[in-house]
């Protein structure tokens, strides 16, 4: 009798799980779910880059360039996007055909009811050579603060082009000091496209020819639909807000997102072992932490002394937990597990990036003792936990607390984003994320940035120098517009070093000269060994988790590409 | 009869016209010899107009030596000459010299009869006149005897001698303070002149024609009498100058018995000719040479005993006997002894000599015989000792008395007695060199020549085979010579080392100090021919190999340790000391290590890198294997080479210099699965010069289509480093993928370069197949990318 009650209990309880698994369990097919912070939306501009990672990944699903960069096995692929190319001829003239068909997003009207999305066509609006002018104007008046602008302008001088001809063939004077290989000239006209009726500096872009065009474009976060013109595998791109990135691997676990760009603490995550439903990529590190130092609240040589005392390695042990039951394991693209002395840096340029990797720039890894006597009697550092990594900020304010590990000489508190602003700190705990470890690496993002997380505003003043020429304006450093507090506006005895660091970071920035960006980098960080601007903790490893709803062999993300670059080639995993 | 008109008219304008006029005189020239005859123009002397030219033909004698003479009181106003052919003037003309010797009125042309006319050219006339001439044909001897007779006559009676003197000899002259030396001096000079008339007279005498002998032409019967006196007094001055001069010849002999010993035969002979001076002559010079013999005697008494050596006595004792029968004298008591010993002491001291020169001469004939002898020569030479044994005299003076114990008597039977000994040592010698001879020869005709000289050594005291045979040196050194370079021509190197250090060690010489220089030279020659001939011979047999095996792409490593790279025989001799064999077997060591470390690699590798290039779908990997096997033992230093090693040996850098220049490279396999998939490699250095602190590059390569065709599907390479620093993706670096669209170039970027130092990027990837891939590098600053 027992016996017959215990196999009827057992078969409810399967046939429960089956009606469960049948009726209940969340359908994430033919959807590509990213989570995001829900108070930091990401302002989609193709051509300017964005504090919100995910915002600059974006781009690649919204825009297409006349050719976009894409992956495969081999590595970097360029495919033709609003343009294909003819030819280059012996004088350096690239021919390029832009492709007739290449309808705007806003062709189409997107109704969503019940959560089924239908799309139809509204009117015909196709690329054409107005909108790639527009583009080059635009990027073009950007100037440095655009990658773009670098991209362009150290192939095709005054960014123009002429055409199109009968044949809708257009023609740029490519620079003749190399020899242009398609990979080349693909690369320097993958920037993104925008219709030639854009606002100028509109707060987001929306309106695309890319693989997926906005669900809702006039709201400040949309998602995305297959483009009915591009050949995307896969329908939704959705993004899912959540208040911060601690429950991340939960929610990927519990089957709400299939898609984690980024994993807290970079870590590889104990919770989504299970190879049957998850598999992760890594690549070269996008984030990284730094404690920089308010310089109108500390001397030269209460700076030096702090940046002795922010000891690291010591910081990251403690953030890894390395040696514990707890650690958080790492795993790099290299294949290296636990490598964590690979991600401590020692200069404004992180450590994977190009100019340490490549020992243009040689930071000092040994700084010696810090002399108490010169500090305050507490270092008063802040952060804001609200606006991205508040899970890896929380654990290293609470680090740094620990008076075990540095006396009791640092206070970190977490503060308002309007406290930041106020300036108000010696010193303050940020991370900047979305670097690039090539050339491109953007010493805007921290030296021009405006002390407010909530949005993104570069503080860059420039002029011309009458000559066509742009040159930097002191007033660029103003001390509420920087979280260093650096300010060229009223005298100081470190004003010599300020106006050079001005300089350096706008000529290192502004140039497209890689001999010259290796000049300046090397000047910029003997000026910030100098002047103890910060301290460079490390950079966080870059890991992203997909469910294996997803063919992994579909997904490549390689190096500083965006992940997103290949979302159109994403496809679900087909059952064996 | 017009035109006969005519032809006169022209024919005498032309004679008119000629520049020499005919003189043709009436009565015509007769050329008999009489007086002299006038030249006419029919009873009239021909007038000659100045400056005009003429000619006047005549004709020749009857007979040759003929003289025509021309005589005129106005010569001095004319140019003239005789010649025997004339035409106007024109052409060659001979003319005929005027003998006269005075010109003054007289011409004399000789003339003969061989021509038709001689013409008498008068080329110039000074002044009008009138020409009075008279010719005569004369004969040469005549004229000349006529012109002469006079002076002939002259000279031959101021040159005859008084003979009374002559006469007067003995009877009432004798010669004691007569002046020889004014007497002879004053006949000579006479005789002279009398024998040069006598020549002219027979020169004259030589031009007679032949029907003049005795006839009574008085010219004729002058001559004959002047020459007959002449003769007379020619054969009279003879006479007696031979009677001065024997007279001078005796009276300068006093005092000197030597000069008068040498005078013995003029004496003797002058009085011999009995029929040719008068008595008083004869018996004068009896009384005054036979005067002279008492003093002979007397002389040898005291210088005999004196003569310190075996050479002839000089004086002609037989000579001396015979005079004192010439003149009658009676010889004094021991004069016929001294006389005998001097006779026979004189006649062994010649036949001495006489021996001693054919001994001498038979002696050199032997020492500078030409040629090695044949079998038979010293039997003749024997022959000719033995005739010299028998000419040498006998010794001892015995029979003569006190002479006997002279010393030159005894001196002279001593160099006979040595003489014979020579002779009779001669034979023996003789004797022994006859029998070694054949013996000699045979070896001569075997070459042994070696054995020659150790025979001729072995009797080394038959010191004429010396000179001889001093010739069996060079043969000896040549047929060693050529033995050992026939050696070393037929490669018989053992031999030919085994021969040259016989040589080395070889004294076996006649003339050691000629020929010993002359064999170190050969030896050393030879020693350099071996080592040439071993050097050339190892070398054809290495290159030959090389040539048969240069294209060779199995078992290349094996090549390498093959014998043919070996000296073909090792050097263990030398003249010159171990350490000179030392060097030069590690000269020859070096050079077949040349050919084994560079020719061989080096030929082998330009030829298979070209075949390689040429194709290299054709057995391409194993050219390149074999090519980097062959490098592998290469030593030079030549970069081309080394260039070419390096582009087919995948593990090698192949240098990247330029930016911007596409550089073609091979990728090989590293794996050798024929069958199946392999792993290729490439390896790159950039070099790139630059001025930057830190360049940097893009690195494009250019794949092969079936190397990069699946790149979208699986990664193509299966990794790439950079100073042994792998490249991935996922990091800071841009590796594009090739595609069709980009015709399957993959770049890499920015790949940074050590400065100034090597920058190796290794591209490893897997193919299924087992072939060479071309690849195109191009490296060049980068841009700046966005991704």
Redesign the interface.
Known sequence: MKKRIIIGAVSVLVLAAAAYFLFFRKDLSDKIIIPFIAHQKPRVDPHIPSSIPIADKLDEVLFDGLFNISANPSGITYEDGLGEFIEIDHNNVVTVRLKPKKKWHDCYNVKTEDEEISISEVKENYFTAKDLNFTLRRIQRLGSLSPDYILVSQAIEHFDFSGPDANNEIRFKFSDDRIWTEADIKEVLSFKMLPYNSELNAPNYYIGTGPYLAVTPQAEVTNYYKNPAGNANLNNVILQPYIDNSTYTTEIKNNNINTLLSTPFGSVSTILSDNEDFFYKSNISTTFFAVVFNVQRLSLEQRLDLRKLIDNKKIMDRFYKIGTEQQRHIADYKGNKDNYSDYLNYSIFPSSSYYVDEKIVMPLTDLGHPSFSSLPDTVKIQTCLNYGFREELSELVEIMNDPSLFHGKIKVAAVKNNEIKKGNYDALLIAVSGYKSNFLFNLYDIFLREPDFAQYKIHLITDSDGKGNRMVNNSSFQSDKNFFRLDLGSPSPEQENNIKLLEYIYGFMATREVGDRQAYAQFIDELDQEMALGGWLFSLPSTAYFRTQFDSSSIDLYGVASQLSTIEKWRERKED | MKLKALLLIVTLFFMGCASYKQLKPEPEITILEREYIELKDDGDNFELDKDKKYFITFPPSVADNYYLLLQSPYLEFLNTYLTNAFDDGKGTIIKIKDESGDPGNLIVYPIDKSVQNFYWIIEYVRQDMELELNYRYIEKWRFKFENKYAEFQRIFADNKVDSSVYKSIGVSLNFEGFNFYKEISAIEIKSEKLNNLKKELLEIESIFPANIVNTNDQSYRDYVDLKNKVDNELRFHNDYLTVLKVFKLESDSRLDISKFSRALPDFLDFLDQKDRFPQNILDEAKEVLGGRLPEVMPFFEKELPKKNNADRIDFDMVRAEALYDATGKIMPPGFTTLAGFVNAYNQRADALKSAKTKLDELQNAVKNYPQMPANNYFDKKLAELSEIKHTLPVTGFSSFGKYKQYKCAKLLDKEINNIKYKVNSLNSAYRRADRLVPQLNTYKQQKQYRNMLKLIRQNGDLSFLKPIYKGVDQLSLDEQTRRIKTAVNSGAWQEAEAKLQSLHYDDDFLNPSIIMPQKRQTVSSLENTLYTGVDEVSRQRAKKFISENINNIDYVEELYTNPAFLPVHELTFTSSGQSELQRRTKTLNDHMLYLNEQEFPTSAIKSLYDEFTKNTGDNGVAKARAIVTHGSHYTGDDRKIKTRVAECDPWASKWITKA?NYRKIFALPSTSNKAGVNEYVFRLNIRIPSD???P?F?I?IKLPKQV?KE???????KKITMNKK?L????????????S???Y???IS?V?MVKDKDNILEVHFKNHSFKVFEVSV?A????????
Do not use: L
């Not at chain 2, 790149?711 to 390479?717: D, G, I, L, P, R």
């Not at chain 2, 991935?728 to 595609?739: H, L």
């Not at chain 2, 060049?780 to 991704?787: G, L, M, S, T, V």
């Open positions: 911007k930057a602190k830190f940097v893009d494009n990069a790149a979208s599907t699986s990664q193509w390479y792998i991935k993706n996922e990091g800071r670096f841009t590796i594009t993928s090739p595609t669209a980009n015709n170039e993959c770049q920015p940074r191009m060049q600053k980068p841009i700046i990318k966005k991704h």
